[in-house]
């Protein structure tokens, strides 16, 4: 069974960091791409960042050259550093294994700046 716990969501300043993570149980973390995807009041969700199972690395334009992803296998848990966050970045946070043929979601967790 596939589950996603999301972390480290808060409230913060413009231009201030904050680190999220997830971890993901009952996921092939050895071939399973992850995703972080977001979702703010009103709006679609949409990707952020992604991650192969190879450590390959794709960020969404948005967000590229201030937010990183990455992964600890043994911890099965992927992480998203966000710095110099913006108010637009407000939004609960999702991540996802992104390879998958079913779609699984956790609760998120809530940005705010």
């Known amino acids: 069974q596939v589950r996603l716990v999301e972390s480290g969501g808060g409230l913060v300043q413009p231009g201030g960091s904050l680190r999220l993570s997830c971890v993901a149980s009952?996921?092939?973390?050895?071939?399973?791409?992850m995703a972080w995807y977001r979702q703010a009041a009103g709006n679609q969700r949409e990707l952020v960042a992604r991650?192969?199972?190879?450590?390959?690395?794709t960020y969404a334009d948005s967000v590229t050259g201030r937010f990183t992803i990455s992964r600890n296998y043994p911890r099965t848990t992927v992480y998203l550093q966000m710095d110099n966050l913006k108010p637009e970045d407000t939004a609960v946070y999702y991540c996802?294994?992104?390879?998958?043929?079913?779609?699984?979601w956790g609760r998120g967790t809530q940005v705010t700046v």
């Open positions: 991650i192969t199972a190879g450590g390959q690395t």
């Open positions: 996802t294994p992104d390879n998958y043929n079913t779609r699984f």
């Open positions: 009952g996921v092939n973390f050895r071939i399973a791409d």
